[in-house]
């Protein structure tokens, strides 16, 4: 059985595998892919990656079993992670990668406006009080 949002967002469901794979490949050992990853902290790769897989695995769960808590969790993840790594790049590579990095910003600001309908939409569903 295919859940309502898989149904409406098959993308969402494809972009998010994505994520968890490019995550979990990073923690089983894969070799850093590109200089950006090597120019910065080491702990704040892990940081990233960990909130690309976390991030991934509940936004692909939550659109699975039609979560909006999950798919809200995993949209705030993957929108951290997308503005950390895309500020990375500009870091490393100076101002004149912005245009580089605008797709990775392109994400960050998808991730934040889907996580802001799942908030809105759980308000809703409560009629008020706190959402989580």
Request: net charge positive; glycine share 8%.
């Given at each position: 059985m295919v859940s309502r949002a898989?149904?409406?967002q098959p993308e969402a469901l494809f972009l998010a595998l994505l994520c968890l794979l490019s995550g979990l490949v990073h923690f089983l050992g894969a070799p850093l892919p590109n200089p950006v990853?090597?120019?910065?902290?080491?702990l704040m790769v892990?940081?990233?990656?960990?909130?690309l897989t976390v991030g991934a695995a509940l936004?692909?769960?939550?659109?699975?079993?039609?979560?909006?808590?999950?798919?809200?969790?995993?949209?705030?993840?993957?929108?951290t992670a997308s503005l950390v790594y895309a500020s990375a790049i500009v870091y490393v590579d100076g101002p004149g990668s912005v245009v580089?990095?605008?797709i990775t910003y392109?994400?960050?600001?998808?991730?934040?406006?889907v996580?802001?309908?799942?908030?809105?939409d759980l308000?809703?569903?409560?009629?008020?009080?706190?959402?989580?």
């Open positions: 898989l149904r409406r990853e090597a120019l910065i902290n080491p892990v940081v990233w990656y960990a909130q936004r692909a769960a939550g659109l699975l079993v039609s979560s909006p808590k999950l798919s809200l969790a995993g949209s705030l993840l993957l929108s580089a990095a605008s392109a994400f960050f600001v998808t991730y934040l406006l996580a802001a309908a799942y908030m809105g308000v809703r569903s409560r009629g008020q009080g706190p959402v989580l």
